[in-house]
């Protein structure tokens, strides 16, 4: 069985940085597009990042680009997310996903992400 579990979360004042961790186990990491999310209280999921098998690039929303930065280590079977420049709008549960199905045309779709982890909390004080 598949399991995500991401760290990194915490307190943080505008304008710091932050870098979380999700490490993958029980499946071949190599062939999942990971991908990150993050969900705000009474907003919906949104779409943070998205960093495709075997080089198939990384892709930003909108809200984070130049800002956020995804990388993944195979060795290691972790993806990471750092976070520079934050701002109290990034304040949400960010959550680490995993797909084998997605396609281009679906990474910004949380609904194309078979497996998620727990969430790890983001504070961002002004």
């Known amino acids: 069985q598949v399991q995500l579990v991401e760290s990194g979360g915490g307190l943080v004042q505008a304008g710091g940085s932050l870098r979380l961790s999700c490490v993958v186990s029980?499946?071949?990491?190599?062939?999942?597009?990971m991908a990150w999310f993050r969900q705000a209280p009474g907003k919906e999921r949104e779409f943070v990042v998205s960093?495709?098998?075997?080089?198939?690039?990384?892709f930003y929303g909108n809200s984070v680009k130049g800002r956020f930065t995804g990388s993944r280590d195979s060795a290691e079977s972790t993806v990471y997310l750092q976070m520079d420049s934050l701002q109290p709008e990034d304040t949400a549960v960010y959550y680490c996903?995993?797909?084998?199905?997605?396609?281009?045309?679906?990474?910004?779709?949380?609904?194309?992400?078979?497996?998620w982890g727990q969430g790890t909390q983001v504070t961002v004080s002004s």
């Open positions: 996903a995993a797909g084998m199905g997605v396609i281009t045309s679906t990474i910004r779709i949380a609904a194309a992400y078979d497996h």
């Open positions: 029980g499946g071949a990491f190599r062939n999942y597009h």
């Open positions: 960093i495709m098998r075997y080089g198939g690039g990384i």
